[in-house]
């Protein structure tokens, strides 16, 4: 049996403390956001120079490296949508299935090295962006396929969880 594709609506997290990792999406101020974009980067660069990096902890999760592969795209694609929302008035976002890209991209198959090197990047882009909004910029709105309807604000809050929560799960508990 592979990876169980993720069908959640993880939006529920804009509502009350996730469950499992314990972060609470309304416990910082929406202008640090470019600053835990990079604090979290920094973690992943640790996270994908573990010996263990291309190990899954069972047959239905990700390795480490898979998630870091996951978390680059996450800041790219969010870097896009983020700019979208700046650029049009309430974009409605492409879909994307992250599970398809996983296997597409050979996620398990790729340089831990670079995979760290390109998220990096990625998220010193998105810190940036985030870093340069001006107050009036973070009400802009944005929509997925789903109904689900974002401010810039809600919107950081909605991605940091994702990060946040990756590193959660890659961490060793005893």
């Not at 870097?79 to 979208?84: E, G, I, N, T, V």
């Not at 299935?97 to 010193?124: C, H, I, K, N």
């Not at 009400?139 to 401010?151: L, P, Q, W």
């Amino acid at each position: 049996m592979g990876i169980v594709p993720d069908a959640k609506d993880w939006t529920w997290v804009l509502a009350r403390p996730c469950e499992e990792c314990g972060f609470d999406t309304s416990s910082f101020p929406r202008e640090s956001t470019g600053a835990m974009v990079r604090d979290n980067a920094a973690q992943w660069q640790q996270i994908l120079e573990r010996d263990d990096v291309r190990e899954r902890p069972d047959d239905q999760t990700w390795s480490p490296l898979e998630y870091g592969c996951h978390v680059r795209d996450v800041h790219r694609l969010f870097d896009h949508r983020l700019q979208l929302m700046l650029d049009e008035n309430d974009p409605l976002f492409a879909n994307w299935d992250q599970d398809v890209t996983a296997v597409e991209d050979g996620y398990d198959a790729q340089d831990p090295r670079e995979v760290a090197a390109q998220l990096a990047s990625a998220a010193e882009s998105i810190a940036g962006h985030f870093d340069a909004l001006a107050a009036e910029e973070w009400t802009r709105t944005g929509r997925r396929s789903d109904g689900a309807t974002f401010t810039v604000e809600s919107f950081a809050r909605y991605y940091a969880h994702d990060w946040i929560h990756h590193v959660w799960d890659v961490t060793p508990r005893r």
